[in-house]
């Protein structure tokens, strides 16, 4: 998957989860913390695929 399609699904997957988690907040507790780690870890793990992506261009 390229870089561009892979950040739009990602945008995009990610903005549906964090609506869906806005509309559950209010009828159930959710912990805050895990969501942010979850939402850095995705992050740590995209910088890592681009990165990966941009040495193949350069070896």
Do not use: D, H, R, W
């Not at 870089?3 to 159930?28: D, H, Q, R």
């Not at 942010?36 to 681009?50: D, P, Q």
């Amino acid at each position: 998957m390229e870089p561009i399609a892979f950040g739009m699904v990602f945008t995009g997957v990610t903005g549906g989860t964090l609506a869906v988690l806005s509309l559950l907040g209010k009828k159930i507790s959710i912990n805050e913390a895990a969501i942010k780690v979850v939402l850095e870890a995705s992050k740590f793990g995209t910088i890592l695929y681009l990165l990966q992506y941009i040495s193949k261009i350069f070896l």
